[in-house]
């Protein structure tokens, strides 16, 4: 994209003149300096929402997500189950998850509406140990910002993972009530914040329209009672 702003112009005479002693291109230089900004900036939050447990309680582990995770992984819009996804989408496309990497796509309201957390950083950090508070321990983060499964949880995640993939807003995604996602539409949802899908029963193969975030919980308007959002 382009963008434009202003700039004290005796440093921007100085940095013509590194560039010319560099070669480099403008663009590509202040990209670089972007990109390290955007880095060190996320790096200072992670390590201001890193949460020190007192009283000792900083070693415990209650595993408490092992048992949250199965529940995470079939309900696509609670936030745990959102950062999850976001995780394993980017450990898929790079091999690994820099913790700057995960906190844009969580960030991403216009391109990842589906992995958006309004208040990631508190919500990761809670991720992180276990204690009666938190979510339940879920990732560890490495000293150079990369972000590990923990190991105690790892297993079950990996299990999980086509659950977790498999979002609700996803063409395709099939609800516990045999209700079919089609595709989302160019139309806005009664929420807002949300888009309208068609839908299809597959039982009665009834067409009809849902909000996104109500997709996984929608039932057939012909046959099961549910509620048709907007006339089809």
């Keep these: ?15 013509d003149m590194a560039l010319q002693l560099t070669g480099e291109n403008r663009d590509t230089a202040i990209e670089s300096l972007m990109k390290a900004y955007v880095v060190q ?3 200072q939050t992670a390590s201001s929402y890193q949460t020190e ?9 209650f595993e408490k997500a092992i048992h949250k995770i199965p529940k995470w992984a079939a309900k696509p819009m609670v936030i745990p189950s959102k950062i999850i996804r976001a995780y394993l989408q980017i450990l898929e496309e790079k091999g690994e998850v820099p913790y700057p990497d995960l906190m844009l796509r969580c960030s991403d309201k216009e391109n990842h509406p589906d992995e958006f957390v309004a208040t990631f950083a508190n919500n ?11 979510h339940g321990k879920v990732f560890e983060v490495t000293n150079n910002q990369k972000i590990l499964l923990w190991n105690n949880v790892k297993e079950i995640i990996m299990n999980n993972q086509e659950k977790f993939k498999n979002c609700a807003t996803v063409a395709g995604y ?17 929420n807002p914040t ?30 099961q009672g549910g509620a048709d959002t907007g006339a089809k």
Aim: hydrophobic share 30%.
């Design 1 to 15: 994209m382009k963008v434009s702003f202003e700039i004290n112009e005796d440093l921007f005479k100085r940095f």
């Design 41 to 43: 900036t996320f790096s």
């Design 53 to 61: 447990i007192q009283g000792g309680n900083t070693n415990r582990n």
């Design 124 to 134: 990761f950090a809670q991720m992180k140990f276990d204690d009666e508070k938190s």
């Design 174 to 190: 099939v609800n516990r009530n045999n209700q079919i996602n089609l595709g989302k539409t160019d139309m806005r949802g009664t």
């Design 194 to 223: 949300n888009w309208l899908y068609n839908m299809r029963c597959e039982n009665c193969l009834h067409e009809y329209y849902a909000n996104g975030s109500d997709i996984h919980l929608k039932k057939c308007p012909m046959c």
